[in-house]
């Protein structure tokens, strides 16, 4: 069985309101168009490649070097900052 991953990043402001909706919808939550948008598929169960984990290592750092980038530019506390994350590890738990 072949690697079947995809992915795409994207601006928000980029898609049509239609399509907004849908993800909306698909996430949970309202999306704003000063945000950024990053889908994967995937096919559970298989491995990918050397090179799709290399891209795919190459595409982390860089959403990790931009959200990084944000935080610092960013009048969020460090307090503000633990919380959230806190609260982020606690819904991934659920």
């Known amino acids: ?18 399509q907004r909706e849908v993800i909306s919808e698909l996430v949970g939550a309202p999306i704003a ?4 948008l ?13 090179l799709e984990k290399e891209q795919a290592a190459k595409n982390l750092l860089g959403l990790l070097a ?17 919380d959230a994350l806190d609260e982020a590890i606690k819904a991934s738990k659920k």
């Open 1 to 18: 069985m072949t690697t079947t991953t995809h992915s795409a990043a994207k601006n928000v402001s980029a898609i049509t309101p239609t």
């Open 33 to 36: 168009t000063d945000q950024k």
């Open 38 to 50: 990053f889908i994967m598929t995937y096919s559970p169960g298989v491995a990918p490649s050397p």
């Open 66 to 82: 931009e959200a990084h980038e944000n935080i610092r530019n960013s009048e969020v506390t460090e307090t503000e900052l633990s």
